[in-house]
């Protein structure tokens, strides 16, 4: 529990922290539990659902607020930083100093236009079950890009002790979870999305690892909320 509460405290805004010590030990401990943040995550993003708002844009609004207060847009921000450096076509080490770039540049503001487009789009759309599900599915296949890959980094830090405190047969088994949770809960449409978030989290892993060698903490966000924008697309056809 202590562990699953320290995940918590450094992937969400929930005030959990104070109620466990941090330790390397706890924290490596605690890894594996990550993908079950998600669940946590999705709970908060029905409850707009519930309140029965007849105007859905005012529905899409209040998802995409509480998505972001409770997540703190951790991973958002490794979304612009991966979309600065991976697109810059530049070498690796300028590729991993622009990433650690607190600025956003041209590339990460059009994917965060996009994916602000995307998500307010989508969650109009898609019904509860689907918002439920799709933070777990963006931790699992974060957790996967990392079970597959290596830390890009020569340096240490929390993005190295998350990637190499993940292995591929966990990753493999949390994928496999994901996937038949969404057949169960969504049908056909939700192995179709699962699936295809699977297989867009293995090229990504892939053409990062082309460009910088590995995975970091800013990548696996970009992972995360890209693999969440394609399961909720994937829902939102499904009429």
């Known amino acids: 529990m202590n562990s699953f509460l320290l995940m918590l405290s450094f992937f969400t805004r929930i005030p959990v922290g104070n109620h466990v010590n941090y330790s390397n030990e706890r924290f490596n401990k605690g890894i594996v ?6 669940f946590v995550v999705g709970i908060f993003l029905v409850a707009p659902k ?34 600065d450096g991976l697109l810059s076509n530049r070498d690796q080490k300028r590729i991993l100093e622009i990433m650690k770039d607190s600025r956003i540049g041209t590339f990460g503001a059009i994917g ?10 989508t969650v109009q759309i898609v019904d509860y079950r689907w918002l439920f599900l799709m933070p777990f599915v963006g ?6 890009a990392a079970g ?19 292995s591929i047969w966990k990753a493999m088994i949390y994928s496999l979870i994901m996937v038949v949770l969404s057949y169960l809960i969504l049908g056909t449409m939700g192995l179709m999305a699962s699936l295809m978030a699977l297989m867009f989290t293995i ?13 970091t903490g800013d990548t696996i966000g970009l992972v995360i909320e890209v693999s969440q924008c394609i399961f909720l697309l994937i829902g939102s056809m499904r009429g």
Not at 51 to 61: D, F, G, Q, R, V
Not at 112 to 121: E, V
């Open 203 to 215: 090229a990504m892993a892939k053409w990062i690892y082309n460009k910088i060698g590995g995975m």
């Open 33 to 38: 539990l990550f993908p079950l943040t998600g």
């Open 112 to 121: 965060l236009i996009l994916y602000f487009l995307i998500f307010y789009t």
């Open 148 to 166: 597959v890959s290596k830390y890009a980094r020569g340096e240490g830090g929390m993005g190295k002790l998350f990637i190499e405190g993940i």
């Open 50 to 83: 519930f309140l029965n708002i007849s105007i859905k844009p005012i529905e899409a609004i209040f998802i995409i607020i509480l998505y972001l207060l409770i997540t703190g847009a951790i991973h958002i921000d490794g979304l612009t930083d991966s979309l």
């Open 139 to 144: 931790k699992v296949t974060g957790f996967l």
